[in-house]
């Protein structure tokens, strides 16, 4: 057994050290925790069964934030019993996932009340310990399985029944039997008179697909629920529907009320890429800032540049501004610390790809396969963007695949597996339409030449020079066209620039220079001495 008691105030961390000794937990197995500098540490080299904080009232939800970001940062081991010295919280934010097991004592507490609450911590400690190896590996069923057995075989533990209802219900909702969660917390919603059997019956309806049920549930007991819970089950109810906007403004205001909490920044920034936000997705990253646990804010700088990088390119092109930046966040990050392999070979090729050199981002991708960015989720959708742009469909699905295999250092929640799910679908249905929207302009630009439309199969090569500029072969067809029109509209500085542009493309191709470099001299030659007299004089500096 190994406790932590997580220390800021002297008397009371005597009261619970003598009551603890008093109980038969002898010194080794309690770790002090004095300063909040050591705390990263002792939780990165202990699986504790059980931490002690406090909740401050002067300084809101220390204690509880505190759980939030070690929760995060996956510092926590799953069936650890969280017990929070404080006054009772009623906002739905303790635990910070039905991972773990809660329990609360009121400051100021008598004798009598902390000796009741050690012994009812060191009962559910010795309960949950079996549980501790299949809930890490993630074996819900076995766990499921085990907490019957506990009740069973252990009359005294009945009276910790409704903790190990709570957990069992949401080891169901991980194992995604919707089915049997929905049966239990039925049960359970009948058997304790708390608001967590609510949420877990809607979220169960929800995966489902009872969808209507799960509404009609949600408005007849929001009285009884926390006001954050029943935005959470609001929110969770409109991304069943794909609401995304008012799915947005919801979560708006939960962020108000807890924009200290991770996972509504997670949340945040998977909505807002079913959104296609750019703006949003990065707020939230920014946003996401750890109180408690800075030396990891090199790592959550790293994540935010990986982030702002795929997002450069998810979508759109970026502009000359928007690159700038881009490379300023890369420049930066390199002097501050050190990427690991994939993430800065992903990143050199993306910038290779934004000055043209395709090729040579190219054979960086060929070298650092997908199947070897397993360690992060971002780096795998930076892979997943990087391909995209640099004209890899069937690479760019490799990398979908991987994410879509991708296991977070902490069971998500339901929401967030959810969002997850939704996020990899449209990524794919995204790569699916830009096959499809290539074909098509192809087969446009083909049909306009065949008509000696040329006007037309410009506009259809400026489309694909603007959605697909990785594609040598259709810079080389636009810059052909240039030789019979420009394009309507455009005067001869602009159509210099486009030139331009189409030659920094094929100047980085040696397969098509080793295939074309003559004709390609010639038609450059062509186009530009036809430009020349209509240029502006260039002015002396």
Known sequence: MQILLIEDDAMISSALSQGLGELGVNASQLRHCKELATLPALLGQHAFDAIIC???????????????????????????????????????????????????????????????????????????????????????????????????????????????????????????????????????????????????????????????????????????????????LSLACLLHEAQWEPAWATLAQLLRKYPWQPEWRQVGILLALLLKEEGKALEQARSLTLRFFSEHRFRISIEHVILSASLA????????????????????????????????????????????????????????????????????????????????????????????????????????????????????????HREQRLASLRQGRQEAISAGQHQVAIQYGLTLLEEFPALPGDAWQLLTLLQLCWPSGMPAPGVAQLVDRLERRLNHSAAFLGQHAEAYQETLRQIRSHLAPKLPPLTPH
């Not at 910070?96 to 009340?113: I, K």
């Open 54 to 232: 406090r909740q401050y009232q002067h300084q809101a939800h220390d204690g509880i934030r505190l759980l939030h970001e070690a929760h995060y940062l996956g510092l926590l081991a799953p069936g650890c019993v969280l017990w929070l010295l404080g006054e009772e919280d009623d906002a739905g934010q303790f635990p910070p996932s039905d991972l773990y097991f809660p329990l609360r004592l009121p400051v100021p507490f008598t004798t009598e009340q902390l000796t009741n609450g050690l012994r009812e911590l060191l009962m559910l400690i010795e309960l949950t310990r079996p549980l501790a190896t299949p809930m890490a590996l993630r074996e819900w069923r076995n766990a499921c399985a085990r907490c019957e057995d506990l009740l069973y075989q252990h009359s005294r533990h009945k009276g910790l029944g409704p903790q190990i209802d709570r957990v069992k219900g949401y080891m169901l909702l991980q194992e995604q039997d919707h089915f049997q969660a929905t049966q239990h917390y039925a049960m359970c919603t009948t058997e304790h008179d708390a608001w967590w059997p609510r949420k877990g019956l809607i979220l169960a309806l929800l995966g489902l697909n009872r969808l209507e049920s799960a509404r009609k549930d949600l408005a007849r007991n929001q009285a009884r629920l926390p006001a954050a819970i029943y935005q959470e």
């Open 313 to 432: 390119v998810l979508w759109h092109n970026p502009t000359a501004a928007r690159i700038a930046t881009l490379r300023q966040e890369c420049d930066s990050l390199g002097q501050a610390t050190t990427l690991r392999d994939h993430e800065a070979a992903l990143l050199q090729a993306l910038m290779l790809g934004l000055d043209y050199r395709f090729d040579e981002a190219l054979v960086l991708l060929a070298r650092h396969p997908p199947e070897a960015a397993r360690d992060h989720h971002l780096n795998q959708l930076l892979g997943f963007a990087v391909s995209q742009f640099c004209g890899l469909p069937q690479h760019a699905r490799r990398y979908l695949a991987q994410l879509s295999q991708h296991q977070a250092r902490v069971a998500p929640s339901p929401l967030l597996q959810r969002l997850f799910r939704l996020v990899i679908t449209e990524l794919g249905q995204q790569l699916e």
